[in-house]
C-alpha cells in the first residue's frame, strides 16, 4: 500500500513558477514509479509526465515539455514537479500517482493516487 500526499499548490501569476511535492509513505517508493497529471473543471484527467524508478527516465505531455521538470529523492521519498512558465491553461487540480514497476506506466495506469493539490494561474 502506497499513500501519497501532495502539497505545494496555491495561486500564481502568468509567467510564474511554482513546485509541487509528493511524498511518498512507502518502503518500496524506490521501486515505483511517479507520475503527474492534472485535471481542470470540466475536462478529463489529463497526463502531465512521469519519472521512472531509478530517476534515470522522464517523459513528458507535449503541452508542458520543456516548462515543467519531474524530480524524485529518495532519502525523503518525494517527488516534485517544477513547473516555470506557467499558464492560465495549466491551472487544475494536480495529482501525483505512483505503480511499483521499472517500466514507465502508459496512460493512467497507475496503483496508487493522492487527494491533489489546486493550482490556479492568474492572467
Known amino acids: 500500500q502506497v499513500q501519497l500526499a501532495e502539497s505545494g499548490g496555491g495561486l500564481v501569476q502568468a509567467g510564474g513558477s511554482l513546485r509541487l511535492s509528493c511524498a511518498a509513505s512507502a518502503r518500496t517508493f524506490s521501486s515505483c514509479a511517479m507520475g503527474w497529471f492534472r485535471q481542470a473543471p470540466g475536462k478529463e484527467r489529463e497526463f502531465v509526465g512521469t519519472?521512472?524508478?531509478?530517476?534515470?527516465?522522464?517523459l513528458y505531455a507535449h503541452s508542458v515539455n520543456g516548462r515543467f521538470t519531474i524530480s524524485r529523492d529518495y532519502a525523503k521519498s518525494t517527488v516534485y514537479l517544477q513547473m516555470n512558465s506557467l499558464k492560465p491553461d495549466d491551472t487544475a487540480v494536480y495529482y501525483c500517482?505512483?505503480?511499483?514497476?521499472?517500466?514507465?506506466?502508459?496512460?493512467?495506469?497507475?496503483?496508487?493516487w493522492g487527494q491533489g493539490t489546486q493550482v490556479t494561474v492568474s492572467s
Open positions: 519519472i521512472n524508478w531509478n530517476g534515470g527516465r522522464t
Open positions: 500517482a505512483a505503480k511499483v514497476t521499472y517500466e514507465l506506466p502508459i496512460g493512467t495506469n497507475y496503483d496508487y
